[in-house]
């Protein structure tokens, strides 16, 4: 497997629901097809294509680098993320989940908590390096069926094994969250969100988020996603869980 090196490893995120997060991988195998706006930023600022992409690349100085950026960050930090330019969990990638479970153990060792979300799978390691009450363990999951997984998310982990290992991590004790984004319009795929979000209801947290990218075509798309936030904010209230709606579905509307 090729290697990059980097010079920097941490750092603060501009994202809605962020903090401070870290990409210790170049590239992802899953190859999601929204597109991956991850994919699209490589794809523009370093040429990157797509058979590259899917061929991911650890960071080599992953660990390193970490030693020297965390001990600055002690104390000043309510999360780290992993991760939001790769998969920290790539489904048949043994060697990626390895690191990451070395990465969560090193963070962990400094009192800091991670946020992981990942369409692969969490593996019993991972469970035994965590090491911090307020470590948070989520999937992405944007719909139950397969032939969806397959068109879109071509090489991530299938449904079942996603949401099965996730709540092997609810049943270890640790908080677990869903991210519901790119949730898709009724003319890319048509669902029942009823039952959708009964199959999470065990999750602590879930973040909804519209599609984003690409072509959409949907006539009534901000009252779509109007009715859909309302449910995810109703299944919410009803379960107990903590509901972050991105902002460009309040604003779609
Ligand atoms: S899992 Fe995430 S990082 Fe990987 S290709 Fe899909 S959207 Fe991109």
Redesign the pocket.
């Known amino acids: 497997m090729e290697r990059v090196i980097r010079k920097q490893l941490l750092y603060r995120t501009g994202v809605e629901y962020g903090d401070y997060a870290l990409n210790h991988v170049l590239g992802?195998?899953?190859?999601?097809k929204?597109p991956?706006?991850?994919?699209l930023m490589n794809k523009r600022f370093r040429s990157i294509n797509y058979d590259d992409?899917v061929k991911p690349k650890p960071v080599d100085n992953t660990i390193e680098l970490l030693e020297k950026e965390l001990p600055k960050l002690k104390g000043k930090v309510g999360y780290i993320n992993m991760?939001f330019?790769?998969?920290p969990f790539?489904y048949n990638h043994p060697e990626i989940t390895k690191l990451s479970c070395n990465v969560i153990a090193l963070i962990n060792s400094f009192g800091i908590p991670v946020r992981t979300l990942?369409?692969g799978v969490y593996t019993p390691d991972v469970a035994k390096v965590t090491n911090h009450p307020e470590n948070c363990f989520g999937i992405?999951l944007v719909s139950l069926s397969e032939d969806f997984r397959r068109k879109y998310?071509p090489n991530?982990a299938p449904v079942n094994e996603r949401l099965r290992s996730l709540f092997a991590m609810h049943k270890c004790g640790f908080k677990t969250w869903v991210s519901i984004e790119p949730y898709p319009t009724p003319d890319i795929i048509e669902q029942d969100i009823d039952e959708f979000l009964e199959s999470i209801g065990f999750v602590d947290r879930i973040v909804f988020g519209r599609w984003n990218y690409g072509r959409l075509n949907y006539p009534e798309q901000g009252k779509f996603y109007h009715e859909m936030a309302s449910k995810v904010i109703e299944f919410g209230k009803k379960k107990g869980i903590e509901i972050v709606i991105k902002k460009e579905v309040v604003i779609s509307g």
């Open positions: 992802c195998a899953h190859g999601c929204y991956c706006y991850a994919f992409w991760c330019a790769t998969d790539m990942t369409k992405t998310e991530a």
